[in-house]
């Protein structure tokens, strides 16, 4: 390795070891500056590394990548739409080579809290990628699924990247300027354009979510309601039902939690009973308005293009009774041909099914099935507890010129965490209709706020450990064990 490479190295390892994981009494010098006795504290260097600004702007390529607001189709160019991939890849080689050459002690690795947090996930995407490897190099199919389970690695490299980091919420933040820099601009342009052209079609995931993360980041009122609205009145502006879909996702979850706040800061019986006849109230309202909606459909809503999606969900259904329970192995091709009539966005007529969770179940079957369905909501579930236990810290701020307690550290993660349990919810929702797992830039921005939500809760997880439960011995089964008075023998 040249000795300008080794160096850089060397340098990132002496911030690391100045800014370690928590706030503690080594963030200050002892050879600070001394009078009469007093050593004065001298703040350490706390805030991001090379690679972790390296890792934002690979983020915000990605976002430009997938959202594209020049229309210049860069997520489809052949020699160019896995630049993102490739850089990011780059960075993450610079990042634990650093880590391994020049670990600092008592720094922990995380890597084996990443992999009981996502285990099903990495499992699923060593399947897929054998069986796309198989039918690509035996089979010569071109359009495999290669790319649903390599960028499923995505979500553990940036969930090590963010677990480590000195600040992680300053990271997040990062992240979400960078990407919600490039949706904004990409609402303005759809504003100004109208329906007739979809900018974020398909990737709606990484516009409208926006809403929810501008919900709970910003600190006045002016401005929470001002990107919530934007963001969320981005559905109108495309005209699309994932995005309708999304909005209203964006609000039931925020609602829901605000109802929660609500119930856990009640003190008695009554107030909690007004909050339960509140929830009820809203649940039946929001019954009520979803059933119109449905009524109104054809009148208010697109027609979703029914004869292709139900076609190509047939084809995908058969394939999985032909082999329920792993599929085809994914061995087979990613597209199929469509036969009703001539698309007008396709030469070839071969498209995708539409439906990443049909095509998971037809050619995986039921064990890659489960195995999705497992990482999800584990992921998920660590995100949304560490967004419970960080809320119920209240932090006193450090004063001036002092670095952040552990507390602050935990609070502050708290709106990364919900935007990244949106972006990934929302994913979640969206390729059920459009594919996305298969795209190499729209995954990777999926998976990265995963990954990123994943390393959030990591560090929340370890400032503010849950409450441990006793463990009954077996002198418990039977009640408690009598102990004879003092001095008996």
């Known amino acids: 390795m040249p000795a300008r490479g080794i160096a850089i ?52 390529a990605a976002a430009f990548w997938v959202l594209d607001p ?21 960075v993450v080689t610079v990042a634990v080579t650093g880590a391994a050459l020049f670990r600092a002690p008592n720094t922990p690795l995380y890597g084996r809290a990443i992999a009981r947090a996502a285990w099903p996930l990495l499992l699923f995407a060593a399947g897929v990628m054998g069986g796309s490897l198989y039918g690509r190099l035996l089979h010569g199919v ?33 992240f979400f300027l960078a990407l919600g820099g490039v949706a904004f601009a990409v609402g303005l ?11 974020y079609h398909g990737t709606e995931y990484a516009v409208i979510p926006l809403a929810i993360y501008g919900w709970y980041a910003a600190r006045s009122w002016p401005a929470r309601i001002f990107l919530f609205l934007f963001f969320a009145s981005l559905a109108l502006a495309q005209h699309k039902n994932t995005g309708y879909l999304l909005a209203f996702f964006a609000v039931a979850y925020c609602a829901v939690q605000a109802w929660r706040a609500g119930y856990r800061a009640a003190r008695d019986a009554m107030a909690r009973e007004r909050q339960v006849g509140w929830a009820a109230f809203l649940l039946i309202g929001t019954c009520l308005f979803s059933l119109g909606f449905y009524a109104l459909r054809k009148l208010l809503l697109p027609s979703g293009n029914p004869d292709y999606r139900l076609h190509t969900y047939q084809k995908a259904l058969d394939k999985f009774f032909d082999s329920p329970l792993v599929g085809t192995g994914f061995t087979g091709p990613a597209t199929e041909r469509f036969e009703l009539y001539q698309v007008a966005v396709s030469s070839s007529n071969v498209l995708p099914t539409h439906s990443d969770p049909l095509d998971i179940l037809a050619n995986g079957g039921v064990i890659y099935s489960l195995l999705f369905v497992l990482g999800a909501w584990l992921l998920l ?16 701020r450090p004063g001036r010129g002092m670095p952040p307690t552990p507390q602050a550290m935990a609070r502050d993660c708290v709106a990364p965490l919900h935007g990244c349990v949106a972006i990934f ?19 990777l921005v999926m998976w990265a706020a995963a990954g990123l939500g994943l390393g959030l809760a990591l560090r929340v997880r370890e400032i503010l450990p849950p409450p441990a439960t006793p463990r009954r011995g077996r002198h418990d089964k039977a009640g408690p064990r009598h102990v004879p008075p003092a001095g008996a023998r």
């Open 70 to 90: 020049p229309r210049l189709g860069l997520d489809r160019l052949t020699g160019i739409k896995h630049l993102p991939l490739l850089a990011l890849a780059g």
């Open 381 to 396: 579930r660590l995100m949304l507890g560490a967004i419970a236990r960080a809320e119920l810290v209240v932090p006193q």
């Open 142 to 174: 071109e359009n495999s699924f290669l790319n649903m389970g390599l960028l499923v690695w995505v979500m553990p490299a940036t969930a090590w990247m963010a677990a480590r980091c000195a600040d992680p919420a300053k990271l997040a933040r990062g």
């Open 425 to 443: 919810a929302s994913a979640l929702i969206v390729c059920a209709f459009n594919p996305v797992l298969t795209q190499p830039n729209a995954a």
């Open 189 to 199: 342009l759809q504003w100004a354009r109208g329906g007739g052209v979809a900018y």
């Open 9 to 60: 190295l060397q340098r990132e390892a002496d911030l690391q070891r100045a800014a370690p994981a928590f706030v503690s009494a080594s963030r200050f010098s002892p050879a600070g500056s001394s009078y009469g006795g007093y050593t004065r504290p001298r703040r350490a260097h706390v805030g991001l590394l090379m690679t972790d600004y390296l890792l934002l702007l690979v983020m915000f």
